[in-house]
């Protein structure tokens, strides 16, 4: 049986996701604050600590994304390769290594699910929205100073998160919290369901080929709401840093196992 990931066949064209490498091109807004230290800690399994500087800071992170395998197929049947996300990243520390940990996230296709918690993201499903800037006409803010964009998040019928970014002028680079490698769990639960987990892994990773386009700086108002099945008020803003529209290119191929613990062989 052949394919990259589920469901396998014996030509693995059903397979959900391409083998790969992954490549990625995307305009993004990130928005870099604040919050409680408790809150992040809060955040972090037990195997992780806070970061030692500025162990609070928190970026939200808007992307839409255009991506695609080696065979550029995504590229030509445009469904397949675009989305857009939203997510959450702070930073840790493991055995005196600083992280970046993505400890939210939220997508807008079924393939970006499953890609994201192949490598350890928290992946879910959600309407996800964000300004595209405009060359022509009066459709869309422009990428100079005074330009306003807005973005917002909403699950099961729920708004999340909304914010609006505002151009002050040009920066070198977009924020520091999503700087580092990131450091994930894979989790799998046993098929007994009796609380166990069959796999435990930390896992990181980073990638390659990264090219950084445009970068804006600027203000940046944000927001988020109440839901039964979303936390994201828990790690609301007590302070802000900066916000930022940005491109970037990148690839991805593969991660590096910490660890990885696993139940023992039935027998």
């Known amino acids: 049986m052949s394919g990259f990931y589920y469901p396998r066949t014996p030509s693995g064209r059903s397979a959900i996701l391409p ?3 992954w490549h990625y091109s995307g305009e993004l807004i ?13 955040l972090l399994p037990a195997d992780l600590d806070l970061a030692d500087e500025d162990p609070g800071a928190v970026a939200l992170i808007w992307a839409d994304w255009q991506s695609c395998a080696d065979d550029f197929a995504q590229i030509i049947d445009p469904v397949r390769g675009q989305y857009k996300e939203a997510f959450v990243v702070v930073r840790c520390k493991w055995r005196g290594v600083t992280y970046s940990r993505c400890v939210f996230i939220w997508v807008d296709k079924e393939f970006a699910v499953i890609r994201g918690q192949h490598q350890g993201y928290p992946k879910k499903l959600a309407s996800i929205q964000m300004s595209r800037p405009a060359y022509v006409g009066k459709g869309g803010p422009r ?12 699950a099961f019928d729920r708004r ?8 002050t002028g040009p920066a070198e680079r977009p924020g520091f919290v999503n700087g580092h490698p990131m450091i994930h769990h894979r989790w799998y639960p046993a098929i007994e369901t009796d609380g166990r987990d069959s796999l435990t892994e930390l896992v990181t990773m980073r990638g390659y080929d990264v090219e950084l386009g445009r970068c804006y ?16 008020p828990l790690i609301a803003p007590v302070e802000k840093i900066a ?12 991660g590096q196992t910490l660890y990885r613990r696993s139940l023992p062989d039935v027998g």
């Open 30 to 42: 990130t928005l870099e604050y604040r919050t409680h230290v408790e809150a992040v800690r809060a």
């Open 143 to 154: 990428l100079e100073p005074g330009g306003t964009f807005g973005a917002t998040l909403a």
């Open 19 to 21: 083998p790969v490498p």
């Open 160 to 167: 999340l998160a909304a914010a609006r970014f505002t151009v």
């Open 243 to 254: 916000g930022y529209w940005h491109e970037v290119g990148v690839s991805w191929k593969e």
């Open 217 to 232: 700086a600027g203000n940046f108002e944000l927001e988020y709401f109440d839901s039964p099945v979303e936390e994201l």
